[in-house]
C-alpha cells in the first residue's frame, strides 16, 4: 500500500491526482492538499475580466469531484516538507493548516511514500510597491481579482459613454514578470469590448512590457510559420496590437504605482512613468513559500528550493552564460533533486535558467521575462508525474519510463482577441519545442513546421471549446482521459 500526497489542485496537481486516482484504486490513497475548495479554469478568467464570463462559469467545487475519485481531499495549504521525517520516524510529511469553516488554522502532520508539489506561482505583488487589487492595479490572476477588474473595467466604460478619455495600461508589473501571453489577452479583449461599444475615439490602449522584444513571451521569441512565409513572433504580435489600436512600452522594469501612476525603468536605465486610469499588471512569481526541514529539524529549504522558492528538479542548476545554455538543462523527469519520493510539477519547478536572454539595464536591473509555464505543459507534467510514480509503486523500481522536458514538448497557445460566435477573433500559436534546441534546429532554434501564428474566428471556436471541453475533463465525467492536457 502506497500513500501519495499532492499539493495543489491546480490545473498540474489536478491532472495528477486523476491519473493516480483512475489508476491507483486497490490499497493505496490518493490524498489531495489545496486551500481553494474550488478548482478555476485559469485561461477562462480573461473572459471574467471583460465581463463575458461569471466566476461560476470557470469554477467548480472540488469535494464532489474527489469524492468521486476516491481522493482524500484536505482543504489546507501545506505549510512545510519534512523529506526526512523526525526524530521519532523516518517517513516523510507534510505539514499542513486548513483553511476550511470546520477545522480552519487546525495544523496536521500528513505522511507521504510520494509526494508531488504542484503548489504553482505565489502571486507576488508585494514585489512591486502598490501593485495588485488591494492597491492600484487589476489582475486577472485568479477568478475573484478578474471579477473585481470588470467592476472597475466597467466604471471605466462608463465614463467614457459619459464623453471621458481613458487610458488603459496592461502588461507586466514587475522587471523579471512572465505570463505575458495572458495580459496580451485581455489588452486584446479590451480593445474589442471598446470597439464593440463605439468607444474608441475615447480610448488611450497601452501595452507595457519587460521584453526586450515584444513577442518575446519568456521564450526568447520564435520564428512562426503564417500563410507560408516565416515571422518573427515581433512582427506577428506588433501587427496584431496595432490593428487593435494598442501602443507599447517595451524594455520595461515597472518598479513602482501610485494611484493613477506606474514608475519604470527601461534598458537604457532611463526611470519613467506612464499615467494610467485603469491598470492591469502581472505581478512577479515566486514559490509558494513553503519550508523544507531536515530530520533534526534543521532547515534545509535551500537544498529543496532555488532563491525564487521554486522546487529544484533533475534539471542542471550550474550558474552559466547565455551563450552555453542548453536544451539538455532541463528537467526530464521533475524528480526533487535531493530527495527521491519528492516530485515538481507545473510552476512549482524551478526553470534551471530564462529562455530569454537576460538583460539588465546601466543601474543593474535586471529586466526580462522569466520563463513561462502554460496550462499545456503544466498539464504534461502532472500527468508524467503521476504516470511516473505509478509505474514506481506497481513495480517497485525507481526509474522512469514517461519524461516531459520542455526543450523536447510542443504547446499550443490560443490567445483569445474578442468575444462572439460570428465576430469572436483569436490568435493561435504554436511552438515545438517551448524552449529552443539550436543544436537541433540551428536554423530557427524550433521545428519550424510545428511552429504557427494564424489569426481568426476558427481559433475563438477552439478556445471556447477548450473551456468546455478542460472543465469537463477536470470534471473526471466520463472517458475524460481521452481529453489530452
Ligand atoms: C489570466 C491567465 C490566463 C492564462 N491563459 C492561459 C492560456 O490561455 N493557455 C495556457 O496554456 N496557459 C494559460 N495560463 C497559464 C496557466 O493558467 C498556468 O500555466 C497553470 O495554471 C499552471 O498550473 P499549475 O498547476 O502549475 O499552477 P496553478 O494552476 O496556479 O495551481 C496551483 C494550485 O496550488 C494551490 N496552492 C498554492 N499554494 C499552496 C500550498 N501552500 N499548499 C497547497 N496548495 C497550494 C493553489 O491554490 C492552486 O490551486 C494563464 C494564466 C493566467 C493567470
Redesign the pocket.
Known sequence: MAKVVV?????????AVSYLSKYLKKGHEVVM????SN??W?????WV?VGLMTPDQVKFKLAPVYKKMGVNYKQ????SIHPEGDKENDKGYVT?KYVSEEKKDTVEKVTYDYLI??????LNFEGTEGLGPKKFTQ????YDH?AHAWDNLQESFKKMENGERQTFLIGTGHPLAT?Q???F??ILNIAFEINKRKLNHLADLWWITNEYELGDFGMGGAYIKRNGYITPTKIFTESILKEYGVRWIKQAGVSKVEEGVVHYENLKGELKTKEFDFAML?PGFSG???KAFGKEGNDISEIVFAANGMMKVDADYTVKPFEEWSAKDWPLNYQSSAYKNVYA????FAPPHGISKPMQSPNGTKIFPTP????????V??KITAQNIIHQIKTGKIEHPHEASMAKMG??????AGYGIRKGQAAVMTVNPIVQDWEKYPKWGRNINDTVGVVGTAGHWM?LF?HYMFIYKAKAKPFWWLIPE
Open positions: 499539493l495543489g489542485a491546480g490545473i498540474s496537481g489536478h491532472t492538499v489545496s486551500p481553494n478548482f478555476q485559469v485561461p477562462s478568467n480573461i475580466g489546507a495549504l501545506g505549510v499542513i508539489n504542484a503548489t504553482g506561482p505565489k489582475s486577472v490572476c485568479t478578474a505570463c501571453g495572458a495580459a489577452e485581455y502581472i509558494a513559500g513553503m510539477a507545473g510552476i512549482a513561462p509555464r502554460t496550462g499545456m505543459p503544466s498539464g507534467i502532472g504547446a499550443a497557445c490560443i490567445v483569445s478556445k477548450m
